[in-house]
């Protein structure tokens, strides 16, 4: 039910869909970009709606806190402690290896603000956990939502050609904040 209303109100707003969710897969690592404004985050939800999808998500901790910390935790938020080195990755390796289904999305830049590359946690989770990469993006410049296929880490440098391939020129809400953007 939840995921027609989203359907409907997304393509009242005028979004778009391309890909499809990769049904085969019971464990991603999703990456979103760009990250440019809180306004990713209702979207976001919206989005997650419509897949029909139970997805985690991280966030600084101190963001959950009261009065928000219980329904952050409800939507599927994992918080993280930002203010001191804390092998965020291998705690994120462990959380895939003690779950038989796991979908835990990033923003990659890391903030709203403009980033010249991508943080690389995510790849080196993905590698540790030997799982896929999910890159899905939110391009406002033309309304559209994109999954592109899953991809499997082999090669660093390589596979963040790929990835920087597949953001470049995608608008964000901030369209000066994109990331690879012209």
Same mark, same amino acid.
């Given at each position: ?136 993006? #939110? ?5 559209? #939502? ?19 391939? #597949? ?16």
């Amino acid at each position: 039910m939840f995921s027609k209303l989203s359907y409907y109100i997304l393509r009242k707003m005028g979004w778009k869909f391309k890909g499809k969710w990769p049904e085969e897969y019971k464990k991603l690592i999703i990456i979103i970009v760009p990250h440019t404004s809180n306004w990713d985050f209702p979207l976001g939800l919206l989005y997650r709606s419509y897949l029909n999808r139970t997805v985690n998500f991280v966030g600084k901790s101190t963001l959950f806190r009261f009065p928000v910390k219980g329904l952050l935790k409800a939507m599927g938020g994992i918080p993280v402690d930002r203010s001191k080195s804390s092998n965020f990755v291998d705690n994120v390796i462990e959380l895939y290896n003690t779950r038989e289904s796991l979908f835990i999305q990033l923003a990659p830049e890391g903030t709203r603000r403009k980033v010249d590359k991508l943080k690389s946690g995510f790849y080196y989770i993905a590698e540790g956990a030997k799982i896929p990469i999910l890159m899905i993006k #939110f391009n406002y410049g033309i309304k559209e #939502f994109e999954i592109a296929a899953p991809l499997i880490p082999t090669d660093f440098k390589k596979d963040m050609k790929l990835i920087d391939d #597949f953001y470049r020129n995608t608008i964000g809400f901030n369209k000066e904040y994109s990331y690879l953007c012209d």
